[in-house]
């Protein structure tokens, strides 16, 4: 495990979920969703998890699982014991860039367009839905998730920080376009809460062409009652 090479953010007796796509519509956001379905089986059974979509060694891990021409693994995940103590680098890490914090709900989440913001008291029984999209994951936790709620629809929005893909590190450094990992991330939160909730629907890709509030946003999925 220690030759596979994440750069040494990762220490200690650790396992990786190692997943490989091929080229294909969505893509990216169906590997987000699915393996963040293992991360969250995983966090059930007391285990610790971690993202990694630019510190790790691709051609190492595409090596490992065997993977075939024309497929891309686009990240990993190291799952292990949660260590007592924070390492140090954690510490500064989650310093510099605020990474238990989340957005306030109202830069988030809005009702029939992008000008008018969900109150929770309206959102009745996606509150608790649209809450764990919210606490989703999301690469250097820039929360590129946005969501209108029309009627019992939630329309599913990425809003691309700008400069973000462009930036040397991260194209220096990832392989994939993480922000439409985040997007599937953010469905298996919203799913499996309103799974949970009884709530009946499913996704379906069809644009309800609301108005964009910027050139960043561009339309993802939706959840149909
Ligand atoms: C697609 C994706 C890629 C990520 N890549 C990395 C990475 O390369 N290295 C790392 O230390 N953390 C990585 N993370 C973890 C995020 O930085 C972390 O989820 C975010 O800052 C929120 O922190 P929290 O989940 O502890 O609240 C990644 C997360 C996602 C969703």
């Given at each position: 495990m220690k030759s596979l090479g994440t750069y040494g953010f990762i220490k200690g007796a650790t396992g990786y979920i190692v997943g490989a796509i091929k080229k294909g519509s969505h893509n990216l956001e169906d590997f987000g969703y699915l393996l963040e379905l293992i991360v969250l089986y995983a966090t059930d059974l007391g285990l610790g998890t971690c993202w990694l979509g630019?510190?790790?060694t691709k051609s190492s891990f595409a090596k490992r699982i065997n993977s075939k021409a024309?497929?891309?693994?686009?990240g990993v995940i190291s799952v292990g014991y949660i260590a007592e103590k924070p390492r140090r680098i954690e510490s500064l890490l989650k310093r510099g860039k605020n990474t238990d914090r989340r957005l306030p709900w109202e830069e988030l989440f809005f009702e029939d367009?992008?000008?008018r913001v969900l109150l929770p008291k309206r959102s009745r029984e996606f509150l608790s839905v649209l809450n764990m999209v919210r606490l989703a994951p999301s690469a250097s936790n820039r929360q590129p998730w946005r969501v209108v709620k029309r009627g019992n629809s939630c329309h599913f929005y990425l809003r691309r920080t700008p400069g973000y893909r462009e930036s040397p590190l991260v194209r220096l450094t990832?392989?994939?376009?993480l922000q439409r990992i985040d997007m599937g991330i953010a469905m298996s939160h919203f799913e499996l809460t309103a799974r949970e909730l009884e709530l009946d629907g499913g996704w379906q890709v069809s644009d309800p062409k609301i108005d964009l509030p910027d050139g960043d946003t561009e339309y993802t999925v939706s959840w149909v009652e």
């Open positions: 630019g510190t790790f024309g497929e891309l693994v686009p367009n992008f000008d990832t392989v994939a376009d």
